[in-house]
């Protein structure tokens, strides 16, 4: 199925059923899905938009794998505003060096773990991973997608999680974000947190790693692409956010060093200084098995 999809993307949009059509962006022999896009524009790709400062190349990635898909994500036109989720301003407008041109829906869901995990399940079901799609609410218990999408639903009722057969099938895509509104009400930093792998050297990082600080509240940003020097090996990294109230996912500027920004330097010290949160350096995860 798989390759019947690229050949589909290579000429537009991926029809995956009646009403449903998936728009692809290619980037060399690669193909990256953006299912939530009504079309993409290879024009606003995040490492057109976004060039490495002179000097520096963006690092190799594998083709297909989820660093490559979140380089090439979608930003909107323009320097527009941070909104919120019911189309208000964010109160903080100079955080952000560009705005990724992905929904946040109607709720006050999507906000900082919730978007990681939104990227990571939009990635693995663009790459049509569903096995692969699953997330821990906050009690531990974990929710499924393909266990959702065959009529599973949660109840919770005093922190317990009991799973029933108690809806219909649902094997859309609306049905599919739908699953992730249920995970954004029930999971959040502490259990991101949890789930992920830390990571031990902050040099070892990989486009797609997480700043992490589960609490309540807590705070997580991912690391979007990377770059590195021709002659001195230097590495620069960028990074994105969702926050609070739940918001557009931006690329953030680099606050301590104007010349430099929206990148940072990985060789950043004890704690990395972003916007709106201060990591350590040892705050630093990635999903198992990337």
């Known amino acids: 199925m798989r390759n019947r999809l690229i050949s589909l993307a290579l000429v537009g949009g991926l029809v995956l059923g009646p009403g449903s059509v998936l728009w692809a962006g290619q980037a060399g022999p690669e193909t990256y899905v953006y299912p939530w896009l009504a079309r993409y524009d290879q024009a606003q790709a995040l490492d057109l938009r976004i060039p490495a400062p002179e000097g520096f190349e963006r690092i190799d990635l594998p083709g297909g794998s989820f660093g490559a898909w979140l380089r090439h994500l979608p930003l909107k036109p323009g320097a527009p505003d941070v909104l919120l989720y019911d189309g208000r301003k964010k109160a903080n407008q100079s ?14 869901l999507q906000q900082c773990a919730d978007a990681v995990i939104r990227l990571r ?3 693995l079901f663009s790459r049509e991973d569903l096995a692969g799609i699953h ?20 109840r919770v009722r005093n922190n317990v999680v009991i799973w029933s057969n108690s809806g219909a099938p649902d094997r859309s895509y609306q049905g599919f974000r739908k699953y992730l509104e249920t995970v954004f009400r029930y999971a959040g930093s502490s259990s991101l947190s949890r789930e992920l792998v830390a990571v031990d050297d902050v040099k070892a990082m990989r486009v797609g790693d997480i700043f992490i600080k589960g609490g309540f ?5 991912v690391v979007v692409d990377m770059a590195r020097s021709r002659t001195t090996g230097r590495t620069l990294f960028l990074i994105a956010q969702s926050y609070m109230p739940a918001q557009d996912i931006h690329i953030l500027k680099n606050p301590t060093d104007a010349r430099l920004s929206p990148w940072y330097d990985l060789d950043f010290g004890p704690v ?7 990591f350590s350096k040892n705050d630093l995860k990635r999903f198992r098995g990337e």
């Open 272 to 278: 990395l200084t972003t916007p709106e949160w201060v």
């Open 121 to 123: 399940a939009e990635y």
């Open 135 to 154: 997330f821990k609410f906050t009690s531990g218990d974990e929710a499924r997608y393909l266990r959702w999408r065959e009529g599973g639903r949660p």
């Open 217 to 221: 509240p807590g705070h997580a940003v």
């Open 95 to 108: 955080a952000q060096q560009a705005v990724v041109d992905l929904d946040v829906g109607g709720l006050d």
